[in-house]
């Protein structure tokens, strides 16, 4: 899955607030909101900041100030991604997902020196695989 950089929220001045967000997500919003549940339930905590470089807003997901996730907003969905350092791609091929979820990640170019292993949240159907990864990323150090 290749990334081209059309986000949404990327205009600094304003803040993806949940009446924001709803409006870009449309019917991925509930998803999105059970994915924010997931995050609560493992003790992670998520906030949205600005980047100039990017010129977009992210939204940064962390357990124990340890990055776990990237999300950025697209029409109709949620993009969240797990970078997974180039020593455990190998290993994350055993995890218990989808082979259209393992295909998508192993065919994915790596970014420096990580596997980017990126899911739309467009539906809670993708959430199972998303959380069998995010745990992969969580127990690694």
């Known amino acids: 899955m290749e990334q081209i950089n059309t986000t949404e929220l990327n205009d600094e001045s304003i803040e993806p607030n949940e009446s924001v967000l709803k409006h870009i997500l449309g019917e991925s ?66 995890i218990d997902v989808t082979k259209e979820t393992m295909d998508r990640i192993m065919n994915t170019k790596n970014v420096g020196k990580s596997k980017p292993c990126m899911f739309e949240i467009r539906n809670d159907s993708v959430l199972r695989d998303f959380n069998q990864v995010m745990q992969f990323k969580v127990e690694r150090k």
């Open 29 to 94: 919003y509930k998803a999105f909101t059970e994915l924010l549940e997931l995050y609560d339930k493992n003790g992670m905590t998520y906030k949205w900041r600005y980047y100039k470089d990017g010129k977009a807003w992210l939204c940064k997901v962390e357990k124990k100030k340890r990055t776990i996730v990237w999300m950025s907003a697209w029409k109709g969905y949620m993009k969240a991604t797990i970078y997974i350092p180039e020593k455990y791609v190998k290993d994350i091929q055993t």
